[in-house]
């Protein structure tokens, strides 16, 4: 197994753990997989190892947290139900301000 | 010879009315209010980490112009010869422009922002670019020693933090280094500071003031306001910087003028549970506050804000739109340089906000708009404290401080995403001799309202004319 690998489990364990310490509520932290946000979590966090590669472990583990939270929070916000009809809170406009 | 001996502290901490009535009779040189204003901020900004650049050259340059105008009597009007400060996101020709964080600590733009060239036109002189929290907050800082310049901290007590994210217009104010000072909110970076120093603290609507040139966190929350010693100068500053610039279309051609023709009666809601889970001298103050409004407005308590996910809906805005603003920053690794721990990590979340998690919140926030309007169109202002607690200690994580405390707080997230005005006013003081404030907040465009409710209050008590010990030290 590669030491990548490895990482990567290792990473997700702690996640796990972190999600079953403080945010995920019980029913979730029963099944035996991780939960959905935290595979979630993982595979948005891998995307930000290959594209900022400056980060360090430490850092990236603060990172996985806080995306393991937004996630959640997103989670949250994807249950609000909208309609076809909801438009998001800006306007396009196809005037050019100060041109005309 | 200098009339700088002349000017007293009565002056330096005089609202900018009084200032301009003596300017304008010739009684009061704006160069030597400039002068003295200079020497504090030399002397006193250090101490309260309230400065980034002292505009000396700048500011003597536009007071002696000033001074000329006025003598040969071409009068701009209440602003003429006032010297303030901008929160170091605005940019200013020729001078840094640091946005508080050392990746950009020798950044200089060759524009000025807009509100930098109208409070030119109206004959305000800038005499400092203030301190604030680097990137204005919106990586999550988590403690008062996120600045390049250090913690900020209140006048009220060195030891104290002075607010964020205007944590140098709040202190300069409060302090008496400026007759006025221009900071922003995103989501409580006026109120917060306005509250922690004792000032009076206005963000304006939404579109009510341009954002052009100035720092983009946010774009669809990003504003800009007046912080000062009363409602009266915020209503003067407002009124010389609000109004259409084509260089920002989020800007809008709505008329507001002061001194406003707004005179009541008034009808105030009073936010429901908002003295629940608040430091006891918040709820005793607030109280008292209550008392006060109700002899010039009808009071209707247990308003309720609409149930909607106000927090998760902020935050997502925030950190996508926050994380474009700044990718380059974020993927270069400059991010590093930051003062903040949590600085140093907390934008490269916003990188992974799904395009679609991101219209969601956009999208409830059309509904988060509607709703609170709803509640809003019934009063012409809701009350709250600012805050829940007075300020924190600098030498502390924010979140090891206060567990528990928070009430009513949900109010600055919810007015911020509707785009909504509100104001910071000092309403007395609690643990450590810290100030405390209460807020009014309105529906959109309704700032003359929220301000001459202010000033009412002001006008029957004396909070706002109160003089911090570390301002007299060495003044």
């Known amino acids: 197994m590669s030491e990548q690998g490895q990482s990567r489990r290792e990473f997700g364990k702690g996640l796990t753990a972190l999600a079953a310490a403080t945010l995920l509520p019980g029913p979730v932290l029963a099944q035996k997989e991780p939960a959905p946000q935290v595979k979630e979590a993982l595979a948005l966090t891998e995307y930000l190892q290959v594209r900022c590669k400056h980060l360090t472990r430490e850092q990236i583990e603060s990172i996985a947290r806080g995306i393991l939270t937004r996630q959640l929070q997103a989670e949250s916000l994807r249950k609000v139900k909208l309609t076809n009809a909801d438009e998001p809170d800006f306007i396009f406009e196809a005037e050019i301000e100060g041109v005309r | ?475």
């Open chain 2, 1 to 475: 010879m200098s009339q700088k001996k002349n000017i007293t502290e009565a002056i330096l901490f005089a609202p900018i009315r009084e200032q301009t009535e003596k300017i304008r009779k010739g009684e009061l040189s704006p160069v030597a209010l400039a002068e003295a204003y200079l020497e504090r901020l030399e002397k006193l900004g250090p101490k309260l980490g309230a400065v980034v650049t002292v505009t000396r050259e700048l500011a003597l340059k536009e007071a002696k112009q000033a001074e000329a105008e006025i003598k040969a009597g071409k009068y701009r009007g209440p602003l003429h010869g006032i010297p303030y400060g901008v929160k170091d996101l605005a940019a200013t020709r020729g001078i840094p422009t640091t946005w508080g964080a050392e990746p950009f600590r020798k950044q200089v733009f060759d524009h000025d922002a807009t509100i930098i060239t109208r409070l030119r036109e109206a004959g305000a002189v800038l005499v400092a670019k203030l301190a604030l929290v680097e990137l204005a907050g919106g990586f999550g800082y988590n403690n008062a020693d996120a600045s390049f310049t250090g913690p900020g901290r209140t006048p009220w007590n060195l030891d104290f933090w002075s607010g964020g994210s205007s944590s140098g217009p709040g202190a300069a104010v409060a302090a008496g280094l400026v007759s006025f000072a221009i900071g922003s909110e995103t989501s409580g970076s006026i109120i917060t500071p306005s509250a922690f120093c004792g000032v009076s603290g206005l963000r304006p609507t939404y579109g009510r003031v341009s954002r052009f040139g100035c720092m983009a966190l946010s774009w669809t929350l990003d504003k800009i306001g007046p912080m000062c010693r009363s409602a009266e100068c915020c209503g003067l500053v407002l009124a010389a910087i609000a109004g259409k610039d084509w260089r920002d279309p989020s800007t809008v051609a709505r008329k507001f003028a002061w001194p406003t023709e707004v005179k009541g009666p008034f009808k105030v809601g009073i936010l429901k549970d908002c003295t629940k889970n608040v430091q006891p001298a918040v709820k005793k103050n607030f109280e008292a506050a209550l008392r006060v409004i109700e002899k010039f407005a009808r009071l209707e308590d247990g308003v309720a804000l609409p149930d909607q996910p106000f927090g998760p809906v902020i935050s997502t805005i925030i950190k996508a739109e926050g994380s474009s603003a700044f990718r380059d920053l974020l993927e270069s690794g400059e991010c590093s340089k930051l003062r903040d721990k949590r600085d140093r990590t907390g934008g490269y979340e916003g990188l992974t906000v799904l395009a679609v998690d991101y219209l969601q919140a956009m999208r409830i926030r059309t509904r988060i708009r509607k709703a609170m309007d709803a509640v809003y169109a019934r009063y012409d202002a809701i009350v709250s404290p600012s805050r829940a607690t007075v300020s924190y200690p600098i030498n502390r994580d924010f979140d090891q401080v206060y567990k528990g405390l928070g009430g009513g707080q949900l109010v600055i997230p919810a007015g911020n995403l509707a785009g909504q005005p509100a104001i910071s006013l000092p309403n007395g003081f609690g643990l450590h001799d810290l100030p405390t404030g209460l807020q009014f907040t309105g529906r959109a465009w309704s700032e003359a309202k929220l301000l001459a409710l202010a000033q009412r209050y002001q006008q029957a008590t004396d909070w706002h004319r109160k003089v911090p010990p570390a301002a007299k030290e060495e003044g």
